[in-house]
């Protein structure tokens, strides 16, 4: 038995609703849409938080603690793990430009945290901004460092 073979439920399914074609449809003249009004207009529709004309809730409470004024949001993170390592050549300094080129990260220029998930085999010297408490002790069970950037 497979897919092709089950048999239809009856009314399992039901037929889409087609607006506005005609009085005997049962659809026709306004399409659902009732008798005139915002809603019954096209391109209708408001914006999240839009309260009907009166000031909205989100600008009415007080504004507390600091926000970024460029973007709002902090760097993005890139995350290198242990096991990625394995890739470079015994004894390589791997810098964020380094590691771009091998494709473990996207962007140099954004922070970059490396993780402790898989074994590292080679010895490293891997230039991060962080680490993990698990990554630190495995690369130096490796005999690999790790330099922090600012």
Do not use: W
């Not at 048999?7 to 009085?23: L, N, S, W, Y």
């Not at 004309?53 to 995350?79: D, M, N, S, V, Y």
């Amino acid at each position: 038995m497979n897919v092709s073979t089950l048999p239809a439920v009856p009314k399992a399914r039901h037929r889409r609703k087609r607006v506005g074609r005609g009085i005997g449809s049962g659809h026709g003249k306004t399409s659902t849409r009732g008798q005139k009004g915002q809603r019954a207009r096209s391109g209708s529709g408001k914006r999240p938080g839009f309260e009907g004309g009166r000031t909205p809730l989100i600008r009415r409470i007080p504004k507390r603690g600091f926000r970024q004024k460029a973007t709002g949001h902090e760097i993005p993170r890139e995350i290198v793990n242990i096991k990625d390592l394995n890739r470079a050549q015994e004894g390589q300094r791997l810098t964020p430009e380094v590691l771009q080129a091998m494709g473990l990260i996207q962007k140099a220029h954004h922070r970059i945290k490396l993780l402790g998930d898989g074994k590292l085999d080679k010895k490293v010297i891997v230039v991060v901004h962080e680490a993990s408490s698990s990554a630190q002790a495995k690369m130096t069970q490796a005999g690999g460092q790790i330099e922090f950037l600012g």
